[in-house]
């Protein structure tokens, strides 16, 4: 099963998305990839992104990229948290496999798990002013999102923490 949540930044899309995975058959796999970067505004949230977690039954993996060498237990539930990370890293880091390479990646965990939600952002509604890798990158996460979307067997958006289903059965 592939349900891809999809929402605005603070929309409830990631609190949903866990609470999904947690009640899925499977131990729960928090695949994470976020890169911690050399700042501490990544390296805090991503403090507080384990904390919050804590003692929820996740077994945590941390991998910015290149999702298709993962081993990964079929039994699993993995949380994937999140594409828009996921293509910002294959897109700008070296040896990354841009947009594709977020989506072959993505792919390659449909194939090793039985259950895999998928957290993306919406992108694209606020309006059309922006520029350069901005652009690209937008664009990259809309065409990787349109592609998911496809490919799942659901997708739930998220608005104001309160899940809509826009493909598949309900929640």
Not at 43 to 60: D, E, S, Y
Not at 116 to 126: D, H, K
Not at 134 to 159: G, K, S
């Amino acid at each position: 099963m592939f349900t891809l949540v999809v929402g605005d930044a603070g929309s409830g899309k990631s609190a949903f998305a866990e609470s999904l995975a947690l009640s899925l058959p499977g131990q729960p796999i928090y695949l994470d990839t976020m890169e911690p970067g050399e700042d501490g505004e990544c390296r805090a949230r991503i403090a507080r992104h384990r904390l919050a977690r804590a003692g929820r039954g996740f077994v945590t993996v941390e991998r910015s990229m290149a999702l298709e060498e993962l081993a990964l237990p079929w039994e699993s539930s993995v949380l994937l948290e999140c594409v828009g990370n996921l293509v910002a890293n294959e897109l700008y880091s070296s040896g990354g496999g841009g947009a594709r390479g977020a989506l072959e990646g993505v792919e390659a965990l449909l194939a090793r798990c039985r259950h895999l939600t998928a957290v993306t952002n919406e992108v694209c509604s606020g309006g059309a002013d922006y520029l350069g890798d901005t652009l690209t990158y937008l664009r990259a996460l809309a065409w990787v999102n349109r592609e998911l979307a496809r490919r799942a067997d659901r997708v739930v958006e998220v608005v104001c923490a309160l899940p809509q289903v826009r493909k598949g059965a309900a929640v």
